[in-house]
């Protein structure tokens, strides 16, 4: 099972942008599709997180992000809004299958002006 991320970059302050994570490979059953962030100097962080139809957020994205999933496309996604220069962050997806958790490489979103 292989992750790939796309669609970080640079923003400014209160722009968006749309994470997406794709799976490829034995894909069968992915369970919990998540997102993680990581600043530079701070421990990685849960972001969101999805399993079923039930959604998890930390606090400081709550009304802010949304996390989705298209599993047809075997492709889940990370809206986010209103975005400040403290989203900073490498951001990696992860999904569990089987049990056996997977991450992908992580894309950049730097949001200065």
């Known amino acids: 099972v292989q992750l790939a991320e796309s669609g970080g970059g640079l923003v400014q302050p209160g722009g968006s942008l749309r994470l997406s994570c794709a799976a490829s490979g034995m894909i069968l059953s992915i369970s919990v599709m998540g997102w993680y962030r990581q600043a530079p100097g701070k421990q990685r962080e849960l972001v969101a997180s999805?399993?079923?139809?039930?959604?998890n957020y930390t606090d400081s994205v709550k009304g802010r992000f949304i996390i989705s999933r298209d599993n047809a496309k075997k492709t889940w996604y990370l809206q986010m809004n209103s975005l400040t220069p403290e989203d900073t962050a490498v951001y990696y997806c992860?999904?569990?299958?089987?049990?056996?958790?997977?991450w992908g490489q992580g894309t950049q979103v730097t949001v200065s002006s």
């Open positions: 992860n999904g569990v299958q089987f049990g056996v958790l997977y």
């Open positions: 999805i399993l079923g139809g039930a959604t």
